[in-house]
C-alpha cells in the first residue's frame, strides 16, 4: 500500500521498517516507560476523577481536549486547573468551551464525539480512547512526533512543521495502520509502540522531559497547589 503526504510516496514497509529502527534503541527503561505511558496517564485520570466526583472518561477527555501541541505535564496542568475553575479561558476558548462541554456528558461516544469539530480532530480523538483503555487496541496517537519517526532517520531527526500534523483521514489511517502493522510484529499494542519510540525520538533530539521547559510541579515546595 502507497500513500502520497509532503510530496513523498510512502509504502507501507518503508515507514513500517523506519518505526522498527527506533524501537530498536530503545533502552529498557524507555521500552518499560513506553509500554506503561498510557496506563499511567489512565492513573492519574482516576486520581482526578475520585477528587472531584467526575467520571474517568471526562477526564480523559478533558485532558485530550486541552493536548493539541502541549507537553504532558502543561498538558495535565492544564486539566487541573481547569477542574479547580472551569469557567475560566486555559489555554484558548475553542479547548475550553470543549471541556466545558465534557464536564456535561457522561457517555464514552458523546466525550469522544464532543472533542472534534466536522469530525476531524483524530489525534486528539486517538489521545482521549488511549488513556480511557490502555490496555485495549483503539486507535493509535498520530501526532507530528509519531509522523517523523515514519519518515526520518535515526541519525538524522529534526523538529517538524506544524503543517506536518494537518492530515486527512486517508493519511492519518495509513500511518496509524503502520504503528498497527509494526506493533503486531513485536507483539505489543500499537499505542505502546507509539509510546516507546517517542521516548526514544525525544532522546535522539534531546528533547526536554515531555516538552516541559518550566519544569512544572504539581504542588510547591510548601505543599500548596500549583495550577495556573
Known amino acids: 500500500m502507497k500513500q502520497r503526504f509532503k510530496r513523498q510516496t510512502l509504502t507501507e514497509k518503508k515507514v513500517i ?25 489512565n492513573k492519574y485520570c482516576r486520581e482526578l476523577a475520585t477528587r472531584f466526583n467526575i467520571t474517568i472518561s471526562q477526564v480523559a477527555g478533558i485532558i485530550a481536549a486541552f493536548s493539541p501541541q502541549c507537553g504532558w505535564q502543561e498538558n495535565k496542568r492544564f486539566a487541573l486547573s481547569f477542574l479547580i ?19 456535561t456528558l457522561t457517555s ?11 469530525n476531524e ?3 486528539t480523538k486517538a489521545f482521549f480512547l488511549n488513556i480511557l483503555n490502555p490496555d485495549l487496541i483503539t486507535d493509535v ?6 509522523i517523523a519517526i515514519c519518515i526520518q532517520s535515526t541519525n538524522s531527526t529534526k523538529s517538524l512543521s506544524n503543517n506536518y500534523g494537518k492530515l486527512t483521514v486517508i ?16 507483539d505489543i499494542l500499537p499505542q505502546q509502540l507509539q ?34
Open 17 to 41: 521498517n523506519s518505526i522498527l529502527r527506533f524501537y530498536t534503541l530503545a533502552t529498557i527503561a524507555e521500552t518499560n516507560e513506553g509500554v506503561q505511558w498510557y496506563n499511567e496517564a
Open 85 to 103: 475553575n472551569s469557567t475560566k479561558v486555559m489555554g484558548n476558548e475553542v479547548r475550553t468551551s470543549k471541556a466545558q462541554k465534557i464536564l
Open 108 to 118: 464514552e461516544a458523546d466525550i469522544y464525539n464532543a472533542l472534534s469539530i466536522n
Open 121 to 123: 480532530a483524530w489525534k
Open 141 to 146: 496517537t498520530i501526532d507530528r512526533h509519531a
Open 171 to 186: 493519511q492519518y489511517r495509513f500511518f496509524e495502520k503502520c504503528y498497527a502493522k509494526a506493533a503486531l510484529q513485536l
Open 195 to 228: 509510546a516507546i519510540v517517542w521516548t526514544v525520538y525525544r532522546r535522539l533530539r534531546e528533547l526536554r522531559l515531555h516538552n516541559d521547559a518550566k519544569g512544572w510541579q504539581p504542588f510547591d515546595t510548601d505543599g500548596n497547589e500549583n495550577p495556573f
